[in-house]
């Protein structure tokens, strides 16, 4: 699995619930939270889709501390990479584009 980047935004796809499974119908296998497709999922059942596409990053941080009396290195405080995004609809309903 890919993170959204700047020339390849993630695309998160609406279909009918009757098309899916929950976490409380596979736990072992569908983490909490998440849903997987049935099967294929047929374009025309498509409702709807929207990219996420990046428009900001803050770089994460990393303090190196060096012990004055040994001259080992140790790792200090640090916070994680951020991105913040944009949610943009596709175009009203894409399967009207290629299932008529």
Do not use: N
Request: glycine share 10%.
């Amino acid at each position: 699995m890919f993170a959204p980047a700047f020339r390849r935004p993630g695309v998160v796809v609406a279909i009918p619930r009757q098309l899916v499974l929950a976490h409380g119908d596979l736990p072992g296998k569908i983490p909490s939270g998440e849903y997987a497709a049935r099967g294929s999922v047929p374009a025309r059942a498509i409702v709807m889709v929207w990219y996420l596409i990046p428009i900001d990053v803050r770089w994460g941080r990393l303090e190196l501390l060096v012990d004055a009396k040994t001259g080992q290195v140790h790792e200090g405080s640090r916070s994680s990479p951020g991105v913040r995004y944009a949610v943009i609809a596709a175009q009203e309903f894409v399967g009207d584009l290629c299932c008529t």
